[in-house]
């Protein structure tokens, strides 16, 4: 499977995640500048985490004009897998490629800190190798991270089994104290109708190591390498 990892001015994290990508099995990783507009023909293009054009204005809102954000939303109308990770999150957000936006945290403070988080609808490509109830600690860095959304938009995305993953405690219960940033329904990542555009505020490659002594995170990228080869099966 052919990665593509879209890197900002301002992006930090995009070789955190490159290294996750290039120790899956069978998987190639191209770096994509955001100037450019060619995916250079990837399965799959993540949007890294980071302070894209310093989070001027608001997070996400310059970057969503940069020339590639065109191919990107090209490449996911045509049914094309894109991933946005915190930063990456917002950006799609912005650029319109998922519903609703990233607020300020209730806190007013950037927060960074291990959560817990488990699983809305394990039958995505990205949670299809998470067992249903399972709980994941993954690590958390924003200071813009409160998902926000009209109630209509909120109904839909629960109906439809939008929503990737919820904040909760150690024990899997969702409680306003294992909400870090006070999201609606302690959401922690939604995804579009079509289920191939995918955002979330944790970053699953800081934890998908063994030397950080937690892979709680490879579980998201185990998912979508189990989803590619159902593909060419």
């Not at 990665?3 to 990783?29: K, M, R, T, W, Y």
């Not at 590639?68 to 930063?87: E, L």
């Not at 909120?154 to 990737?164: C, D, I, P, R, S």
């Amino acid at each position: 499977m052919k990665f593509g990892v879209v890197i900002f001015p301002g992006s930090n994290c995009d070789h955190d995640l490159i290294s996750v990508l290039e120790s899956l099995p069978g998987a190639s990783v191209v770096e994509l500048w955001h100037k450019d507009t060619d995916l250079q023909n990837c399965d799959f293009v993540f949007l890294p985490g980071g302070f894209s054009y310093g989070d001027y204005l608001r997070s996400g809102a310059i970057a969503r004009y940069s020339p590639i954000m065109n191919s990107v939303a090209a490449f996911a109308a045509q049914g094309g897998f894109v991933m946005g990770i915190c930063n990456g999150f917002q950006i799609l957000c912005e650029a319109g490629l998922l519903p609703g936006a990233l607020l300020r945290n209730t806190s007013q403070k950037f927060t960074c800190d291990n959560v817990y988080l488990t699983p809305a609808n394990t039958q995505l490509p990205i949670t299809n190798a998470i067992q249903e109830g399972a709980v994941l600690k993954i690590p958390i860095a924003h200071g813009e991270g409160r998902y926000y959304a009209d109630d209509a938009t909120m109904e839909t995305l629960v109906a439809n089994k939008q929503v990737l993953f919820y904040y909760c405690d150690a024990n899997g219960n969702q409680t306003p104290e294992s909400n870090p940033n006070g999201s609606l329904l302690n959401i922690a990542g939604v995804c579009n109708s079509g289920k191939n555009v995918f955002g979330m505020m944790p970053h699953p490659e800081r934890c998908a190591d063994a030397s950080l002594f937690n892979t709680d995170g490879r579980k998201i990228f185990d998912s979508i390498m189990a989803m590619a080869a159902m593909q060419s099966a």
